[in-house]
């Protein structure tokens, strides 16, 4: 029969033997198939992955196509599964303008600097991703404001305009998300008078710099900015600016067009006028059966050559 010292021995050895083996195996399986190697792997096509994100570029100022080419790009290197990302469900729900749109999100934010491992695209696609919800959210504010406006005769120069210009249509509500305010003022498409009846302030109200004196309306477009948390889109608002003590008769431009037309164009000044003559009355000329209007002061203003100035006035 075994002594107790003896059986003391032996238990001491099997636990010895079982650590030498179990330290044998933390050795050697970090260096099978399945171990290390695996996962260098894995880290090198991750890394892959990556570097192709990173390498996709674009210029300052892309051509639409340019812009279209990184935005295929990002979209191919995002779905590369080796990256495991992880798509909200809000970027399942967008219409395929909206997905782009994150996607030229990531185009530009990889611009400007490149991503270091998975963890930092997946907060860079998540980021991206509500800057989307929150231009999605904007956007779907536009459609219940309206569109024009028209300040009446009755406002003064100074007077803050932005609650007649930035309108909801009825029966719409706000959204409390969106911060409505105005960007700055616009001329009418095509026209070549500059912005003088309206500005902004820093705040973004709108402010009548002075009133309407023309006797006929004028129009300014004011550039609306609807933005949720720091992502922006906008409309334009074509305000009408109603002419000041407008009583229904003729403006004074009007009357000075209608005076114009009574008289002629043409003039002959006689061979035997002598120099020295005032020939003023030969010159401005009523047409036949005309009547002057005397609150219109006729006078003349300038002598030129002809022949589109290439001869001068002698």
Known sequence: MMSEKNSGNCFKSI????????????????????GSLAALAHAGRLSEAIDRINAIKIS???????????????????????????????????????????????????KYKP?????????????????????????EEIPKYEKTATIPDTVKAGDDITDQIIRLIDGNERNLLVQV????????KGSNRPVEYMQVDPTGRVILVKPNTTGMPVKELVHVWFTVDDTSTGHRVEVTIQPKGDTGGPSDTQIVQDEVIKYNRAASISATTEAGVDVTDQIIRLKDGMSKNPNVQVQIHQIEGMGGGNKPAQ
């Open 60 to 110: 300052d100022n892309p051509t639409r196509e340019e812009e279209q080419a990184a935005i295929s790009q990002m979209s191919d290197a995002l779905s590369d599964p080796i990256l495991e990302l992880k798509f909200s469900d809000a970027f399942d729900g967008f219409t395929e303008e909206y997905k782009q749109d994150t996607y030229s999100r990531m185009v530009y934010l990889v």
């Open 15 to 34: 636990l010895s033997k079982f650590f030498l083996t179990f330290v044998a195996l933390a050795l050697i399986l970090p260096f099978s198939p399945t």
């Open 181 to 188: 305010t105005a960007k700055k003022v616009l001329p009418m």
């Open 115 to 139: 991503f270091l491992d998975q963890k930092d695209v997946q907060a860079g696609l998540d980021y991206c991703i509500q800057e989307t919800i929150n231009l999605r959210t904007a956007s």
